[in-house]
C-alpha cells in the first residue's frame, strides 16, 4: 500500500488525477452483478476514487474499459495502486485476494458469502496486518434487523420459536444466504447459546416435533429477486414478523464503498457493518 493519493498510475487509471481525500478504491469482479454495481455507484462520490478493476483472467471484461479503467486480470499492481479493495466474487478468490493483499498490507471491504474456513483463515490473516470489514449485507436496513432480531430473541427468550426465511434469485450459488445466516446467529446471541447447537437448515420426512430453542433457517430460489429476509417469533397465539426486502443491489454498492472510505486508515482487525454505521 502506498499514501501517495494524489498519483496517477500507469495501465490503471488512464491518466487521471485522484481526488487528494478519497479513498482509491480497486474493485474485483467489475463484470458481475454486485461488481457492476458499485462501479456504476462510485460515479459521482468524493468520498472513493476508482483506481483499478480486477477479473478472473477468462471473464470476458478483461481488456474492455470501464469508467475509465482498463479492466486487469493481475491483482498485485491493482492492489499496489489502491488504498483499499472491495470483493464481491466467490470463496476462492477471496481466499487469493486476501493471501496479495496481506503482502501488500492492503485494507479490505468484503461481501462475498458462503465463505469456507480457507478464505476465512486467509481474512484472519490479513487483518492482522490491516483493516478487514467483512458483512453478509452491506443495506443500513438489514443491519438494523440484526440489532432488533437480537434484541427481541433476548427479550422473548426460546420459548418463542425462531424461524428465518430467506429468497434469492435463481443464480445464487451459496445457501442459506450470509444474510440470513447472520440473522440466525443474532437470534442465538440474544438467546445467549452457540448457533451451531441450536440451528435447523432443513426439515425432510419424519422429524418429530419442533426442539424448544432450535433456531431454523429455510431457503427459496426463483427469478430475478433481489433479496428477501423474514425473521419470525411464534408465541402462543400471536407472532412477531421482521423483515427486510432489498429491491435493487444499490443499496449493498453504496454500503460497500461507504465501507471503503471508512476503512481506510483504521487499526489492523476485523470489523462489520454494525462497526462502519456506528450502530454498536
Ligand atoms: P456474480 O457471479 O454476478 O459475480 C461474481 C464476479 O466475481 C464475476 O465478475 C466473476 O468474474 C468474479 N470473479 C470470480 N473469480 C474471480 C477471481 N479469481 N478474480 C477476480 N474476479 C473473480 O455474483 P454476484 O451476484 O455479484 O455476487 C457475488 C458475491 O457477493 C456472492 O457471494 C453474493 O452472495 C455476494 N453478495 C453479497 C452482498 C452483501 O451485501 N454482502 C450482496 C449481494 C451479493
Known sequence: MFDGADRTIAGCTQGRRLAVSAARVCVLGPSGRMGRSIVDAAAGRTDV??????????????????????VTAHPTAALAASSVYIDFTTPAATRAFADAATVARVPAVIGTTGLDADAEAA???????APVVVAANFS????IVLGVAQQIARTLGPDWDAEVVETHHRAK????????????RAIAAGHGVNY?????????????PRPRGEIGVSTVRGGDVVGEHTA????????????HRATSRTIFAAGAL??????VGKAPGRYDMIDVLGLR
Request: net charge neutral.
Open 232 to 243: 419470525t417469533f411464534y408465541g402462543a397465539g400471536e407472532r412477531i414478523e421482521l423483515g
Open 258 to 263: 461507504h465501507a471503503a472510505a471508512w476503512v
Open 140 to 143: 443500513l436496513g438489514v443491519n
Open 173 to 184: 450459488r451459496d445457501a442459506p444466504s450470509g444474510t440470513a445466516l447472520a440473522i440466525a
Open 196 to 208: 451451531d447447537s441450536v440451528k435447523r437448515h432443513s426439515r425432510d420426512g419424519d422429524i418429530g
Open 123 to 129: 481474512l484472519a490473516r490479513l487483518a492482522k496486518v
Open 49 to 70: 476514487t476508482l483506481t483499478a478493476l480486477v477479473d478472473r483472467a477468462d471473464a470476458g471484461s478483461v481488456g474492455q474499459v470501464l469508467a475509465g479503467l482498463t
